[in-house]
């Protein structure tokens, strides 16, 4: 046999380990589900939520909450067992699922005691919704928690996201020059066009982005954001993880950066900053949800 017909033959029996090696993993993951059949999310990971961003996933309506898995009880707080001292999740349990992974339901009914057990199977009933904590409506919020890693988890990555067929909306897209000056790119002109001349120079870019924008849906956070200019990508962010690096919350952005800054301009999210020299460039932004739908934007703009 020939060398070259060789290495093909160890090549692809490492593809196929690896898959098998990656399927073994996924599949346990994706056997959680979600804490609730009966209200629906409002929020999911990663929206902007007046500047800061939403580290789980926020419910809202009326019904019981679920195990989302089977774990160790950790933590169970209500009216009867709390201290004097306001939570902002109000009532709230923790379930530890082996491996670091740490499962949190909080602003629960706080008058909704229900004796839990030692370990909790999954799918049984842990308490039910409420408006107890930070909460001024009738709902819960669900967290996942990598204890080893110290990480905020996207919940869609390890539960079946719900079905969705819809990309993402790009609802605007502005630039913001060292002065402090905007330029809306998605504002069309007198001409009726979304072409735009600039003065060169170091921009800001920054997108209002929403996945599910129809009537009567919730605005929610798309899961991956792509800024790129003249194909050299400027930035991306992706929503798997949140986590905290001396105390200050990051988000990955190309590396680590303080979620301050991505979500500092409400509904805006920083995307990093791009220099334009003089001639005609392209823009691209590019959004994708957790179910791979894609929606793109070119921006044509003339500097000078």
């Known amino acids: 046999m020939k060398n070259s017909e060789k290495s093909g033959e160890r090549l692809g029996r490492w593809v196929t380990f690896l898959t098998l090696l990656v399927l073994s993993f996924a599949a346990p993951l994706r056997g959680m589900d979600w804490p ?9 990971f990663g929206t902007n939520d007046g500047g800061n961003p939403v580290i789980g996933t926020i ?15 950790l ?14 999740l109000g009532a709230w349990i ?6 670091g992974l740490i499962s949190i339901y909080a602003r629960l009914d706080e008058n909704k005691d229900l004796s839990l057990p030692v370990t909790v199977e999954k799918g049984m009933v842990i308490g039910g919704t409420g408006d107890s904590g930070w909460s001024n409506q009738s709902g819960f919020y669900f967290l996942l928690f990598d204890r080893k890693e110290r990480r905020y988890v996207n919940p869609a990555m390890i539960i079946q996201p719900i079905p969705d067929v819809k990309p993402p909306v790009i609802q605007s897209v ?20 979304v072409i735009k001349s600039i003065n060169q120079g170091t921009y800001t870019v920054f997108a209002a982005v929403f996945d599910g924008v129809d009537a009567g849906e919730n605005m929610l956070a ?7 200019l003249n194909g050299l990508e400027v930035g991306a962010i992706t929503f798997e993880t949140f986590f905290s690096r001396n105390g200050v919350l990051m988000v990955y952005r190309n590396g680590p950066v303080p ?7 409400i ?8 220099s334009f020299v003089r001639g005609q460039t392209a823009l691209e932004i590019i959004a994708q949800d957790i179910n791979e739908n894609s929606q793109s934007a070119v921006f044509r703009i003339n500097v000078e």
């Open 59 to 73: 419910w809202t309506g009326q019904g019981v909450v679920r195990s989302a898995e089977t774990g160790e009880l």
């Open 36 to 44: 609730s059949n009966e209200a629906w999310m409002a929020s999911n």
């Open 75 to 88: 933590f169970d707080r209500n009216v009867n067992n709390a201290d004097r001292l306001p939570s902002p």
């Open 259 to 265: 979620v301050r800054t991505v979500y500092a301009e």
């Open 222 to 228: 798309p899961f991956k954001l792509i800024c790129s």
């Open 174 to 193: 502005i630039l913001k020059d060292s002065a402090g000056m905007t330029i809306d790119l998605t504002q069309k002109d007198k001409n009726s066009t």
């Open 267 to 274: 509904p805006y999210l920083d995307l990093g900053v791009a």
């Open 94 to 99: 923790a379930l530890d699922h082996g491996d």
